[in-house]
């Protein structure tokens, strides 16, 4: 109603023992779907998890293009991309910012970055809660293997 949207990982009653970098993200990493300049499309920022030294579940918030497709995997991010009407950019428009291209990754001043998406697209921003914020951490704890991307 107020125009607000999160994507939030759900937790059951019970659940197995697992890595504490995993029990530990339920409800800490959420991601906030939200309109963008231009009608009819909505965004949600891209702050990929990593686990700290002490098992838990950190976002970065600001990355170099190049450090972000490192962060990620080159190939998702243009996997998502490829998607019919969406586009990852710069999340504010400031002249200072050096253009996000996933051609050339630039690798000198980090950023912000958000991926842009039809408000009519419901899978897009699970996919990208998927990658930015999950995959991290189960890579971190062993249970999915590096994709070497």
């Known amino acids: 109603m107020n125009g607000e949207r999160d994507l939030v990982l759900h937790k059951p009653t019970v659940v197995p023992e697992m890595p504490s970098a995993l029990s530990n993200l339920h409800n800490r990493l959420r ?4 309109t963008s300049a231009r009608h009819g499309e909505l965004r949600i920022m891209v702050f990929p998890t990593y686990v700290d030294t002490h098992g838990r579940p950190r976002i970065k918030k600001s990355l170099t293009t190049w450090d972000l497709a490192n962060a990620v995997g080159l190939h998702h991010l243009r ?3 490829a998607r019919e009407g969406v586009a ?3 999340a504010f428009d400031r002249p200072d910012l050096p253009p996000v291209d996933l051609d050339d990754p630039q690798h000198e001043k980090p950023l912000q970055h958000t ?7 419901d899978e897009t921003p699970v996919i990208a809660f998927v990658r930015f914020r999950i995959v991290p951490v189960l890579r971190n704890i062993g249970w ?6």
């Open 31 to 34: 991601s906030g779907v939200c």
């Open 144 to 149: 999915l293997p590096s994709d070497g991307d």
């Open 88 to 90: 990852l950019e710069a």
């Open 79 to 81: 996997e998502l991309t």
């Open 115 to 121: 991926l842009l998406f039809p408000a009519t697209d």
